[in-house]
């Protein structure tokens, strides 16, 4: 988890309110994702950002919005349109230097659950 | 569309004995693979990749991989298991043609026994 912080660990949401899931990274990483985890599925990617100021959808990015703009932050806003956020929430970044096959690194996860 | 494929959803170990989780993926091009552990409201650690080279790939806490082309898996092993190593282990692919998806498991939970 070292080098990626989420807040908060645990988020209660309200119907039809819009929730901000923080991310921030010190290890410099030019490239940072947002992943849903529910039982069972693995991960999936929301949506993700190679530099500031511009991402690009994941699988399922229908109900969630992001921005990019410093190099070390990707929030993740959960909308009143996704119908079903509860979900553990997991932020990851990579450096994209020396090519495609560098790992992500995963932050502590933000469990989502809708009241 | 690259995937992969966990086939246990549970594997149950006697501390001491070898440990295997079975991968297996589907790709266009070569495969970048990776095996990733996660512990209860934790986020994922790597383990290892394979990227190119030796099909035997050496990862962290004594896990090793085994690359094998022909029957396109990638099993993670453990000679001998730890009750430390009780945990949900994923592993993911990413396609050579496509520079950012990471495509997951559904993941293997581990339990290892005193």
């Known amino acids: 988890d070292g080098g990626i912080t989420q807040s908060p660990k645990y988020l209660f949401r309200k119907e039809g309110q819009n929730v901000t899931l923080s991310c921030e990274q010190n290890?410099?990483?030019?490239?940072m994702y947002w992943y849903r985890q529910d039982p069972g599925q693995g991960l999936r990617l929301i949506y993700y950002?190679?530099?500031?100021?511009?991402?690009q959808k994941g699988d399922i990015a229908e109900g969630y919005s992001v921005s990019r703009e410093k190099k070390e932050s990707f929030p993740l806003t959960v909308t009143s349109a996704q119908k079903n956020p509860t979900a553990f929430y997991l932020c990851?970044?990579?450096?994209?230097?020396?090519?495609?096959?560098?790992?992500?690194?995963f932050g502590p996860g933000t469990r989502l659950t809708v009241l | 569309a690259q995937s992969v494929a966990q086939p246990e959803d549970q594997v149950n170990v006697a501390e001491g004995n070898p440990l295997t989780v079975k991968c297996t993926y589907s790709?266009?091009?070569?495969?970048?693979l990776f095996w990733y552990v996660q512990y209860p409201n934790r986020g994922l650690q790597f383990l290892l990749k394979?990227?190119?080279?030796?099909?035997l790939v050496k990862g962290s806490y004594g896990f090793e991989a085994e690359f094998n082309k022909s029957q396109t898996s990638f099993h993670l092993k453990k000679p001998s298991a730890l009750v430390s190593d009780s945990a949900l282990y994923f592993c993911a692919v990413r396609d050579i043609s496509n520079d950012y998806k990471l495509s997951f498991g559904a993941g293997t939970t581990v339990t290892v026994r005193a």
């Open positions: 990851a970044s990579s450096t994209l230097a020396g090519g495609r096959y560098n790992e992500q690194f």
């Open positions: 394979y990227i190119t080279g030796d099909n």
């Open positions: 950002s190679q530099i500031v100021n511009d991402f």
């Open positions: 290890l410099n990483h030019d490239a």
């Open positions: 790709v266009s091009g070569n495969p970048y």
